[in-house]
């Protein structure tokens, strides 16, 4: 699983790196094999003198033979935009995760070997 950081008006520090590493990890940690990448973009659209909801965070996660999840949340604080975009993200694997489970056990019912 690779990760990718791409920011623009955000300083990234190593304690930011680690702290949405270590959100994004544990949000991807049920599809841990089958991703292939994620891309997480920070913005800070007004710069670091300015107030407001102008930080951005997207999320882009790309997985093995699936379309990607791409979230993308804004506020005022960084941090608390990255916990926030994590725990969707962790929302959104289980409900993947979920599905496909169901569509293999579909299939699998619906197979002709397991009528036999």
Known sequence: MRLCIHTHGVLLTDALRRFASEKLHIALER???RVQKI???????NGPNRNGRDKSCRVVVQIHHQ??????????????????????????????????????????????????
Not at 39 to 45: E, F, P, R, S
Not at 89 to 108: M, N, P, Q, T, Y
């Open 39 to 45: 891309q997480l973009h920070l913005i800070d659209t």
């Open 67 to 116: 379309k990607s999840l791409v979230l993308e949340d804004h506020d005022s604080n960084l941090g608390i935009v990255i916990d926030r975009i994590t725990d969707r993200l962790g929302v959104a694997v289980h409900r993947r995760a979920d599905r496909l489970r169901i569509k293999r056990a579909k299939s699998w019912r619906d197979s002709p070997m397991s009528n036999e």
């Open 31 to 33: 599809l841990q094999g």
